[in-house]
């Protein structure tokens, strides 16, 4: 079982970068999945969520009209991305993608398997 982040890096303010995590080793095309972050001493907060068929999202406010989270199921090894547009300083953090089953997708005790985060730095 395994989630692989990558896609992270050094980008100026109103810069775009687009996260890749590729899940494998189970059948991820039925797990929902998402997208956290955490930055330097905070806690890790919830950025973006996917359904596992893909027909639902949703989004932290601070981000919604700037990130677009998507999956591709198509093969063994199910690939979901994170695509960031107009990005601030605000938005550097770790980025960690997660696949689980709860309703409470918000939260980060619903996922049962994690990614080993990729590092997004925004510069001013």
């Known amino acids: 079982v395994q989630l692989q982040a990558s896609g992270g890096g050094l980008v100026q303010a109103g810069g775009s970068l687009r996260l890749s995590c590729a899940a494998s080793?189970?059948?991820?095309?039925?797990?929902?999945m998402g997208w956290f972050r955490q930055a330097p001493g905070k806690e890790r907060e919830f950025v973006a969520h996917?359904?596992?068929?893909?027909?639902?999202?949703?989004?932290r406010e601070s981000v919604k009209g700037r990130f677009t989270i998507s999956r591709d199921n198509a093969n063994n090894t199910v690939y979901l991305y994170l695509q960031m547009n107009s990005l601030k300083p605000e938005d550097t953090a770790v980025y960690y993608c997660?696949?689980?089953?709860?309703?409470?997708?918000?939260?980060?005790?619903?996922?049962?398997?994690w990614g080993q985060g990729t590092l997004v730095t925004v510069s001013s």
């Open positions: 996917i359904r596992w068929s893909g027909g639902s999202t949703d989004y």
């Open positions: 080793g189970r059948t991820f095309r039925t797990y929902n």
């Open positions: 997660a696949a689980g089953s709860s309703y409470y997708y918000t939260r980060h005790e619903a996922y049962s398997y």
